[in-house]
C-alpha cells in the first residue's frame, strides 16, 4: 500500500471518528435538553399544585369565616328574638310532650249550663272541679283570646293562659288570677283601659267583667291585689316589657276587672 492510500484510511478513519463524536455530543445535547425540559414541567406542575393548595386553603379559610359568622348571627337573633326560661330544647319538649293539654272546643261550647243572665244560679253540686293542667273555661277581649288551664304549668302556657290553682273559679265570689305569656295570648294585654270588658266563658256559665284597674309593680312591691279578698275579681298577668319571655327587672303588668255578670254558685 503506498504512503498515499495510507493517508487517505487515516483521514477517512478520522473523520469517522469526528462524525461519531459528533454525533455523540449532539446525542447527549438533546438528552440534556430533555431531561431539563422535564425537570421543567414538573417544577412548573409542583408550582401549579402547590398555588392550588395555597387557593383552596385560603378558601376554605374564607368559606369557613363566613359560615361561622352566619351560624353566631343566628344564635344571636335566635336567643335575642325568643327569649327561652331554661333553652329551646326544654320550650321544644314541653310543646311536643305527652303531657301536651287535650282541650275540645265543641264540649265547651255546647255543654255549659250558665248564661248572660246575671240572676241565674248554679248548684255547687253539678260543677266538677277542673284538674290539673286541663282546660275548663275559654277568657274573650277585645285583644286577647284563649283557653284557660286550670294549674300554672309550661305545658299550660304554650297552649293559652293558667289559672293559679289556689285562687277561685268564676261565679265564687273570689279572686281569679290568670297568667299569660306576653309574647304569645297575652301580648294584647298592653292595650287594656279602664272600662274595657272581658268574657270567661266556662261549662256550667258566662261571666263577664270590666276593668277597674291597670298598673304595673316589681317582684319587690306590694302586689295591688289581695288574693284572699271576699269580692269576685278577674287578675291578668303578664311580663312586662311585652314580648320577653323573661326580664331581668321582674316586672309584672296586671290588669284588675270586677264582675260584672254572670250566674252565682249556690251551695
Not at 321544644?92 to 244560679?121: C, H, M, Q, T, W
Not at 268564676?170 to 294584647?188: A, D, E
Not at 270567661?200 to 295591688?224: C, L
Amino acid at each position: 500500500m503506498s504512503i498515499s492510500k495510507r493517508k487517505q484510511e487515516k483521514r477517512r478513519e478520522a473523520y469517522k471518528k469526528a462524525v461519531k463524536h459528533k454525533m455523540e455530543s449532539a446525542a447527549n445535547l438533546a438528552d440534556k435538553y430533555a431531561n431539563s425540559y422535564e425537570q421543567s414541567q414538573g417544577q412548573k406542575s409542583n408550582a401549579h399544585l402547590r398555588n392550588k393548595r395555597i387557593v383552596n386553603r385560603k378558601l376554605f379559610i374564607v368559606v369557613g369565616g363566613v359560615l361561622l359568622q352566619a351560624l353566631v348571627l343566628i344564635m344571636i337573633i335566635t336567643f335575642a328574638t325568643v327569649p327561652m326560661k331554661e333553652n329551646i330544647h326544654a320550650i321544644l319538649r314541653d310543646y311536643f310532650g305527652a303531657e301536651k293539654p287535650v282541650f275540645s272546643v265543641v264540649e265547651l261550647s255546647e255543654n255549659y249550663i250558665g248564661s248572660d243572665n246575671a240572676k241565674e244560679d248554679v248548684y255547687y253540686t253539678e260543677i266538677d272541679k277542673p284538674e290539673a293542667n286541663s282546660c275548663y273555661a275559654v277568657i274573650k277581649g277585645e285583644d286577647i283570646s284563649g283557653k284557660i288551664y286550670f294549674g300554672m304549668s309550661d305545658q299550660a302556657l304554650l297552649e293559652g293562659v293558667a289559672q293559679l290553682s289556689t285562687t277561685s273559679l268564676p261565679g265564687f265570689g273570689k279572686p281569679i288570677m290568670l297568667y299569660g305569656y306576653s309574647w304569645t295570648y297575652f301580648s294584647g294585654l298592653e292595650k287594656y283601659e279602664v272600662g274595657d270588658k272581658i268574657k270567661i266563658t266556662t261549662n256550667y256559665g258566662v261571666y263577664k267583667y270590666e276593668v277597674s284597674e291597670v298598673t304595673t309593680f316589681k317582684s319587690s312591691e306590694k302586689a295591688p291585689y289581695d288574693l284572699d279578698e271576699d269580692k269576685e275579681k278577674l287578675i291578668l298577668c303578664t311580663d312586662s316589657p311585652f314580648g320577653a319571655y323573661k326580664t331581668e327587672k321582674g316586672e309584672t303588668f296586671c290588669v284588675i276587672a270586677e264582675k260584672v255578670s254572670g250566674p252565682e254558685i249556690v251551695y
